[in-house]
């Protein structure tokens, strides 16, 4: 089992940063590709940002592409993403992902991932 516990959310005006963390127990932490996703009012969630588990890999949503970045630390077993330039549209529950995964691969689609958070609150005011 990996259980994974988000932190860092908060409430931030527009054009502000905040970074979201991810810490992972359980299993081996390295070999997993993680994700984040997030869930808006009344829509599906969706993808946001992934990373193979070397972090030599990356991804992300056209939408958060140059103002979001992802990164982890296999030693530490913590997902990150750092997001900047914050606008309202980003207001979510973030929830961070797990999943086994080949050298250098990370996935997009919400059902490729076996593990989930619990999720943590970004509210963006404009």
């Known amino acids: 089992q990996v259980q994974l516990v988000e932190s860092g959310g908060g409430l931030v005006q527009a054009g502000g940063s905040l970074r979201l963390s991810c810490v992972s127990s359980?299993?081996?932490?390295?070999?997993?590709?993680m994700g984040w996703f997030r869930q808006a009012p009344g829509k599906e969630r969706e993808f946001v940002a992934a990373?193979?588990?070397?972090?030599?890999?990356?991804g992300y949503a056209d939408s958060v592409s140059g103002r979001f970045t992802i990164s982890r630390d296999n030693v530490e077993n913590t997902l990150y993403l750092q997001m900047s330039s914050l606008e309202p549209e980003d207001t979510a529950h973030y929830y961070c992902?797990?999943?086994?995964?080949?050298?250098?691969?990370?996935?997009?689609?919400?059902?490729?991932?076996?593990?989930w958070g619990q999720g943590t609150q970004v509210t963006v005011s404009s």
């Open positions: 359980g299993r081996i932490f390295g070999f997993y590709g």
């Open positions: 992902a797990a999943r086994g995964a080949p050298y250098g691969t990370w996935y997009r689609t919400r059902s490729e991932y076996d593990y």
């Open positions: 990373i193979a588990w070397n972090g030599g890999a990356t």
